[in-house]
């Protein structure tokens, strides 16, 4: 509601622009009546390229529809009856209107909110007693809007000069018309007799040099006035490329650059409701331009004047199509991009638009969009304008789509919702590129017409790169190639060159955006975290930040070579680390309970001086997608030795059995979370609650973990007990730091020569009894009932 009682206070212009946002389509009433229940919901939430997303829509409009009629319900009195009736014709009006197509409703309304917050953020800023206050957008915004104003002016005045020139030119020729009488008369007198000549030709020849001295002075004063006019154009063509290049140059390219940043966990890149508004004002000054230059072109022709002036009027003409079709070519734009990591047989979707479609009548005659995806050469080729007509990488279905025109909001856009790569050609690998490191773009094209087939475009755009996979194997190298892209691209690049080393701090930034998205979460990776990276990068053991500020990593580094003594690369660990997280462990990474970025030594470090029972949860080292547990003990073996045990990794595969919250609440040996949390406080939340009677001759099976060396049940799955899973630890001593690699003797046949539990075989046995318990106690027990 607070966005509708600052919009009730505009004035002026955008008053007008706010009144204007509302009609039959939707009526400012129902904005007024309803205006809490409107900006309460969350219209953002809705995928409008998402026919899946219509139902939401619906409920939507259904609500909608229900506030109303509650609103007209509850009118009472003389003024209340009129209003009753006309919210109810309002209620039915909506209905009627966006019933079938509840997403244009959802289109509409979000059209208005951006509008009204845009026009009371600007009227705010506008308004504003110190300019210093304004941030940089502000001021950036203020200054196109004051550059439109002034293009305005001059367009305003230009078009008064040339009116000025018609009518001047206009009466010229009349009194040239005139002179041509007056020859004609003086012609005529030969064929009279001389006293009557004499008598008529004086004043004719009198009145002939008056109508010439007028005509030689109006001719020099229409050529001025040409020449005036055509100085104006000049200087308003070259503001109008002074403000064709900030928007086009520097908001459309950073709108590009934060759709790139978006694709790698980056915030949304923003709607494009303002540099569409900007791009239309700017097709419309430069159209009416364009138009003054014809008309005084016409005026020339009209009137040929010998000077400069025709060679003036040709380099303006020239200039003001250079000027529109760049910025035809230039806003037909992605808006939203195809997936960067495209699977073949897979159906994908995306969406071009052009801005300035509306206000250039486009739609008028609605163009077809075509999809082609091509290689990084066939792009290099392409922006260097040779002859790449026809030539395509692969085959996409439902590669055709004609652009829709949407009324309430003004876009004309393209919605591919149902294209498949039915096939990929690849080209000739360099060295040890891998498949997963190669780059594709999907061309859109397409051909349209302005100004009544005056001017015909051809235009062209290409998506971010993408890797084009056959199998679900290849997701995690194909993304670190995007991810790679998408960060340390440069604008302007020659398709699609990226530097092969990047600064540490760099990836950092990268890979901490990714990891936040990824997860969805605002606890991204501190300093601390961002340091165990860099250990693990380089094989380092420096604690300090500022030894790995100047480091650089290269793309090898990063996803091409393994990490010393282990079979993955960098890219691939921490990969494994944001799935596991993102699947199984969000909540508790959120609530600070997993430490995670910390290697066997440093918990080792952490927990010796901490009592009996404490533990903390760390990622795996040695297993791509892994977590451990490690806590402090006694060893059971020597008696007064502390030691820090490590419990086999979990992976996905484990937490599909049973969560982690409800293994920590297994494992009774497990007092407090790292440093000193008790347990149940931090995942007591998170536990299953317990499992209710049997009912319909079914026992419901529980399954719990423990760890054999913590433990002195031996459980029997007839007596009717919970069924455990072993799960092994692997210890390491504490009372001698300097021997933390060295494992005491153990003669538990579970653990392996590196004293780390085998789970394979105990896993196995595991799964077998929960399925034994899931089937019906008839079938288990030889039809006995429970």
């Not at 966990?265 to 409701?273: F, R, T």
Request: net charge negative; proline share 5%.
């Amino acid at each position: 509601m607070a966005v509708w009682i600052q919009a009730q206070q505009l004035q002026g212009d955008a008053l007008h622009q706010m009144q204007s946002l509302y009609g039959q389509h939707f009526p400012i009433e129902v904005r007024h009546y309803l205006s809490q229940w409107i900006e309460g919901q969350l219209w953002d939430a809705i995928d409008l390229e998402n026919p899946q997303e219509e139902f939401k829509a619906k409920r939507l409009l259904d609500s909608l529809i229900q506030e109303l009629q509650n609103k007209a319900e509850h009118q009472v009195g003389e003024d209340g009856f009129l209003l009753k009736i006309k919210l109810g014709h309002y209620a039915s009006q909506l209905k009627s209107t966006y019933d079938r197509c509840p997403l244009e409703l959802v289109r509409c309304i979000k059209h208005i909110l951006y509008t009204e917050q845009r026009l009371v953020r600007e009227a705010t800023n506008s308004s504003s007693p110190v300019g210093g206050m304004m941030d940089s957008m502000s001021q950036k915004y203020q200054q196109i809007n004051q550059a439109f104003e002034e293009l305005r002016l001059l367009t305003q005045d230009t078009e008064n000069d040339l009116r000025k020139l018609q009518h001047n030119q206009e009466y010229f020729i009349i009194q040239y018309q005139e002179s041509l009488r007056i020859q004609a008369q003086l012609t005529s007198l030969a064929t009279l007799p001389p006293a009557d000549r004499q008598l008529r030709e004086p004043a004719l020849l009198s009145k002939r040099a008056t109508v010439e001295a007028w005509l030689t002075r109006e001719a020099n004063t229409l050529q001025k006035y040409r020449l005036d006019l055509a100085e104006k154009h000049q200087k308003t063509l070259q503001l109008l490329r002074k403000q064709q290049t900030m928007i086009l140059d520097d908001e459309l390219i950073q709108w590009k650059r934060r759709q790139q940043l978006a694709g790698n966990g980056g915030p949304p890149e923003g709607g494009l409701d303002i540099l569409q508004s900007w791009c239309e004002k700017l097709a419309e000054t430069i159209w009416q331009n364009r138009q003054q230059i014809r008309r005084a072109e016409h005026l020339r022709q009209q009137l040929p004047i010998p000077g400069p002036i025709e060679e003036l009027l040709n380099e303006l003409n020239s200039t003001i199509t250079d000027i529109i079709s760049a910025l035809v070519t230039s806003t037909f734009i992605i808006e939203k991009q195809p997936p960067q990591v495209l699977k073949t047989q897979t159906k994908f979707a995306a969406t071009v638009r052009l801005l300035v479609g509306g206000k250039l009548n486009v739609h008028m005659n609605p163009p077809q969009v075509k999809a082609t995806i091509i290689s990084e050469q066939q792009a290099k080729a392409l922006l260097k304008n040779e002859n790449t007509r026809n030539d395509s990488s692969g085959e996409i279905l439902n590669n055709n789509c004609v652009m829709e025109y949407h009324q309430t909001t003004g876009t004309l856009s393209a919605h591919f919702r149902n294209m498949s790569l039915k096939r990929i050609k690849r080209s000739d690998r360099r060295g040890a590129e891998s498949v997963t490191e190669e780059k594709f773009t999907i061309l859109f094209e397409s051909q349209f017409s302005v100004g009544g087939n005056e001017l015909v475009f051809q235009v062209k755009t290409l998506s971010l790169p993408v890797v084009v996979i056959v199998h679900g194997s290849q997701d995690n190298n194909a993304t670190a190639t995007v991810l790679w892209d998408n960060a340390f691209a440069e604008p302007g690049r020659v398709p699609f060159l990226v530097p092969d080393k990047v600064l540490w701090p760099q990836l950092c930034d990268a890979i901490n955006m990714k990891y936040k998205a990824e997860v969805q979460s605002n606890r991204g990776l501190s300093e601390e975290n961002l340091v165990f990276l860099a250990q693990k990068a380089f094989s380092s053991s420096s604690n300090n930040p500022d030894d790995y500020r100047n480091m650089t990593m290269t793309w090898s580094q990063f996803n091409r070579e393994s990490l010393p003594g282990r079979n993955f690369t960098f890219w691939q660990w921490f990969d494994g680390v944001m799935e596991l997280t993102k699947k199984h462990l969000k909540p508790h990474w959120n609530d600070g309970a997993i430490l995670g970025f910390v290697n066997k030594q440093q918990a080792q470090d952490m927990l010796m001086s901490k009592p009996n029972g404490t533990f903390l949860l760390r990622f795996s080292d040695s297993e791509i997608g892994g977590i451990t547990i490690a806590w402090v003990a006694e060893n059971p073996n020597k008696a007064g030795e502390r030691m820090v045990w490590n419990l086999m990794p979990y992976t996905t595969k484990d937490f599909s059995i049973r969560s982690l919250a409800d293994r920590i609440s297994d494992l009774n040996h497990l007092l407090f979370l790292y440093p000193d949390r008790p347990k149940d406080e931090v995942f007591s939340k998170y536990y299953t609650p317990p499992l209710s009677k049997a009912v319909d001759g079914y026992v419901k099976p529980q399954i719990k973990q423990v760890v054999p060396e913590f433990t002195t049940a031996n459980p029997d799955p007839a007596s009717g007990n919970p069924t455990y899973m072993d799960h092994g630890a692997s210890p390491a001593p504490v009372n001698h730091p300097h021997n933390y690699g060295i494992y005491p003797p153990m003669s538990d046949s579970m653990l392996d020569a590196d004293g780390e539990f085998d789970l394979d075989d105990t896993m196995d046995v595991a799964r077998h009894v929960e399925e034994l318990l899931r089937r019906p106690v008839e079938s288990q027990w030889g039809g006995q009932q429970s």
